[in-house]
């Protein structure tokens, strides 16, 4: 009888392992599938719960940063200015938290079989992509109410959005994921991360609020994809194309310092996890 031994490759190919992903992509789609199952099989409210969320967030925010506090919007009116901004960064916040934890999850799967631990993270992060596109259809209903028209152009953008937040979602998830491996306790540093980096990203407020000060905030990848969405969606700016390319950089570098980290630590996830 033959025994196959796979050992672990001594150098590492991004090229490479997009084929080994592809080869495995059934695996894929089963743990998204996996993910989404056991997310909205056993609740009350099921998918209804992806629109309830963000669209309760937008009504408080509104209430308190909207109302009393008067906090400005570039001319928007404060609900469909805040859900823009929500809704990237749920796909972002939610997609980090369930990433970082994505591989002590899956440890059962991790220690009983080869295959690229690439697709665990993965999975996670098109699970929250599904998420993002059904909480979509509130934005949409919004802008059809406050008449709103967005650019043309839009339709080109819109996915380099997405694929900058995918790469700021890899880049931290992936270097959070393996420092979680051996460190426990950075689950409980992460939800405080999360809390703090949304200050940082104008979520609730325009980014030229801060002035000159808001180039500062172009290091932060979803920065860029934020208020890009916006100018984009609704019509209401010139697409900035430099701030667009900032975000892109940022989150290239996030992505080759995350995804670099986890290659090297690959190999003693089994043992460690």
């Given at each position: 009888m033959?025994?196959?031994i796979?050992?672990?490759?001594?150098?590492?190919?991004f090229?490479?392992?997009?084929?080994?992903?592809w080869e495995?992509?059934?695996?894929?789609y089963?743990?998204?599938?996996?993910?989404?199952?056991?997310?909205y099989k056993?609740?009350?409210?099921?998918?209804?719960?992806?629109?309830f969320?963000p669209?309760v967030?937008?009504v408080?925010?509104n209430?308190?940063?909207?109302k009393?506090?008067?906090?400005?919007?570039d001319?928007?009116?404060?609900?469909?200015?805040?859900?823009?901004?929500?809704?990237?960064?749920?796909?972002?916040s939610?997609?980090?938290?369930?990433?970082s934890?994505?591989l002590v999850?899956?440890?059962?799967?991790?220690?009983?079989?080869?295959?690229?631990?690439?697709i665990?993270?993965?999975?996670?992060?098109?699970t929250?992509?599904?998420d993002?596109?059904?909480?979509s259809?509130v934005?949409?209903?919004?802008?059809i109410?406050?008449?709103y028209t967005?650019?043309?152009?839009?339709?080109?953008?819109?996915?380099?959005?997405?694929i900058?937040?995918?790469?700021?979602?890899?880049g931290?998830?992936?270097?959070?994921?393996?420092v979680n491996?051996?460190?426990r306790?950075?689950k409980y540093?992460?939800?405080?991360?999360i809390?703090?980096?949304?200050?940082?990203?104008?979520?609730?407020?325009?980014?030229?609020?801060l002035?000159?000060?808001s180039?500062?905030?172009?290091?932060n990848?979803?920065?860029g994809?934020i208020?890009?969405?916006?100018?984009?969606?609704?019509?209401?700016?010139p697409?900035?194309?430099?701030?667009?390319?900032?975000s892109?950089?940022?989150?290239?570098v996030f992505f080759?310092?995350g995804?670099?980290?986890?290659k090297k630590?690959?190999k003693?996830?089994?043992?460690?996890?």
């Amino acid at each position: 009888m033959n025994t196959l031994i796979i050992k672990p490759k001594k150098t590492f190919s991004f090229v490479g392992d997009l084929k080994e992903i592809w080869e495995y992509r059934g695996l894929l789609y089963f743990l998204t599938w996996r993910d989404l199952k056991v997310r909205y099989k056993q609740t009350a409210v099921g998918v209804a719960w992806v629109i309830f969320q963000p669209v309760v967030t937008m009504v408080v925010f509104n209430v308190f940063f909207g109302k009393f506090l008067k906090t400005p919007s570039d001319g928007i009116p404060y609900p469909i200015f805040v859900y823009t901004g929500l809704l990237f960064w749920q796909f972002f916040s939610q997609s980090l938290s369930d990433v970082s934890g994505s591989l002590v999850n899956n440890k059962n799967i991790i220690t009983k079989i080869y295959f690229p631990r690439l697709i665990i993270p993965i999975s996670n992060v098109v699970t929250a992509f599904v998420d993002f596109l059904v909480a979509s259809l509130v934005l949409a209903g919004l802008i059809i109410y406050y008449h709103y028209t967005p650019h043309l152009i839009g339709l080109v953008i819109l996915p380099i959005l997405v694929i900058i937040t995918f790469l700021a979602i890899l880049g931290l998830g992936l270097l959070f994921a393996s420092v979680n491996v051996k460190y426990r306790d950075v689950k409980y540093v992460i939800p405080f991360f999360i809390q703090i980096l949304m200050f940082v990203t104008p979520v609730i407020y325009p980014a030229s609020l801060l002035g000159k000060y808001s180039k500062i905030l172009a290091l932060n990848p979803m920065t860029g994809v934020i208020s890009t969405a916006r100018a984009t969606l609704l019509g209401t700016a010139p697409i900035n194309w430099a701030l667009v390319l900032a975000s892109l950089i940022a989150a290239l570098v996030f992505f080759a310092i995350g995804y670099v980290y986890f290659k090297k630590t690959e190999k003693y996830f089994a043992d460690i996890v």
